[in-house]
């Protein structure tokens, strides 16, 4: 405990208050209702219901369905590259707007544009087009580094004061859009002798480069290794034991990564609702397929202490805290039993949901159930209905199966701890 205590504690007390994995974090909480808004309307259009979708494909209403996902999913780097530099320029206390415009300016600048044909014929005419390609998931890494550069270039120029400043009595609005014009400018020049300098070379663009060298080959290591989220999962358990928030912390580490991997399994069930989905670590949207109640599969532990409780404490703390465990907020059990800083449950909180991982792990691997699709669900969906709308029936026995799962790993702290209370309830009674 003293040795985590001294090296651990640190090390995430540093995390957490880093601005710049804060401003990730935040520009994707930001984007997250754009996300589910599409990721619904595309759950709408590809129930798993045949004579349904075939009246939908009959009638054309599935195109009207794809519409919000194609605008929101299929645009999360151009909202992720407006939103990460806006809250890095509010964590040096500085003006989030232009910083956050001047980024997807920049963004845009960096994608560049392509000609296309209106019809695969000849005499076509062409077009010029923004390609769609690199402002879905594909380019969510260089909407990350492009936005965190330039919202930090942003803050260092208005503190150098190389801004145009006017006259107190000129309206805010209109004092503010001037205020942001050299900025504007050096940024964009900047990013626009980068975007030119990157066609020069063999990777043909900056998307290119930063796709080939860096996000492709982490979501490849992380997308398929059951260790590095086997690692991940144990350090998110172990902060929580201490009373830190591990999925923030944690998490301001690997959403960048899991994020655009499970952007990609929607895009190929937008494609094709049948396909089998390339990644299986995706974030949330795995860890839910067997973890229900929060860190550490808590509604198991509630729905054990409401039907098996002895002691008058765990009994009623059971009956509070089962209903807010069934929408993942397990804060009544970690603070109340408590959890947090009690040997007893140090192992549970640390290995149980690990456990169910890699039996998870196993059996999508092999087929037997299916690989969630990515659709982006509230975080406080409950479970089985959060695997119906993942995968369907099959995904949401899986669920069921996993809850009771966590009541036997549960089981014997659970005792104990109940003993203990009914123990302590005895010896006050004398």
Same mark, same amino acid.
């Given at each position: 405990?003293?040795?985590l205590?001294?090296y651990?504690?640190?090390?995430s007390?540093?995390?957490?208050s880093?601005?710049?994995l ?6 994707f909480?930001?984007?997250m ?5 599409g ?7 590809n129930?798993?219901?045949?004579a349904?979708?075939?009246?939908l494909?009959a ?7 794809a519409?919000p ?7 999360i780097?151009?909202?992720a ?8 320029a509010?964590?040096?206390?500085s ?10 300016v920049s963004?845009?600048?960096?994608t560049?544009t392509?000609?296309y044909?209106?019809a695969a014929a000849?005499?076509?005419?062409a077009v010029?087009?923004?390609?769609s390609?690199?402002?879905a998931a ?13 919202g ?10 190389w801004?145009i400043?006017l ?10 859009s001037?205020?942001?014009?050299i900025?504007?400018f ?9 975007a030119t300098?990157?066609k020069?070379?063999s ?6 480069f930063?796709?080939?060298?860096i996000?492709s ?5 992380m997308?398929n290794?059951?260790?590095a989220?086997l ?17 923030n912390i ?11 991997l499970?952007l990609?399994n929607l895009?190929?069930y937008?494609a094709?609702?049948?396909?089998k ?7 949330t949207?795995f860890t839910?397929?067997?973890? *229900? =109640? ?6 198991? #532990?509630?729905? $054990?202490?409401? +039907? /098996?409780?002895?002691?008058? &404490? ?12 069934i929408?993942?907020?397990?804060e009544?059990?970690l *603070? =109340?039993?408590p959890?947090?800083?009690?040997? #007893?449950f140090? $192992?549970p909180m +640390? /290995?149980l949901?690990?456990i &169910?991982?890699v039996?998870?792990y196993i059996?999508m ?12 669900l509230p975080?406080?969906t409950?479970?089985i209905?959060?695997g ?11 669920e ?5 799962l966590?009541?036997?790993?549960w ?7 109940d ?11 004398e």
């Open positions: 405990m003293n040795v205590e001294k651990l504690m640190p090390i007390a540093k995390l957490s880093n601005r710049y804060r401003a990730i974090s935040n520009g909480i930001a984007v209702t754009a996300n589910i808004v990721s619904m309307f595309t759950l709408i259009g129930l798993p219901i045949t349904y979708t075939d009246w494909k009638t054309g209403l599935n195109a009207v369905f519409l996902g194609a605008v929101t999913v299929n645009l780097s151009l909202y590259a407006f939103f990460i530099a806006y809250h890095l509010r964590e040096f206390n003006d989030g707007l232009g910083s956050g415009l001047i980024s997807l963004f845009l600048l960096v560049g392509g000609t044909f209106a000849e005499g076509a005419a010029a087009a923004i390609p390609e690199y402002l594909k380019g969510l890494f260089t909407a990350m580094i492009l936005a965190l550069i330039t930090r270039l942003y803050v260092w120029i208005l503190d150098k004061g801004t400043k006259p107190d009595s000129v309206p805010p609005n209109v004092s503010n001037f205020k942001t014009l900025p504007g050096l940024i964009i020049t900047c990013w626009l002798i980068i300098l990157f020069m070379t990777y043909g663009g900056l998307h290119q930063i796709f080939g060298i996000q080959n982490l979501m490849r290591f997308g290794n059951i260790w989220w690692f991940f999962n144990v350090m998110t358990g172990l902060l929580w034991f201490f009373g830190l928030h591990g999925g944690v998490g301001s580490i690997t959403n960048p990564i899991y994020t655009p499970s990609q895009e190929v937008m094709d609702p049948t396909a989905m390339p990644n299986i670590f995706i974030g949207a839910k397929t067997f973890t *229900f =109640g929060g860190v550490a599969s808590m509604m198991g #532990l509630a729905i $054990l202490m409401v +039907l /098996f409780a002895k002691s008058a &404490q765990m009994k009623t703390l059971g009956k509070l805290s089962l209903p807010t465990t929408f993942f907020i397990n009544p059990l *603070f =109340g039993i959890c947090v800083l009690n040997p #007893l140090f $192992l +640390l /290995f949901t690990g &169910q991982g039996l998870t059996v691997s092999i087929g037997i159930v299916p690989i969630p699709h990515g659709v982006q975080w406080t409950p479970g209905i959060h119906f709308l993942q995968g369907g029936p099959v995904l949401a026995i899986w069921l199966l996993m809850i009771l966590s009541m036997v790993l089981y014997p702290f659970f005792k104990i701890q003993n203990k209370f009914v123990a302590e309830e005895a010896a006050n009674e």
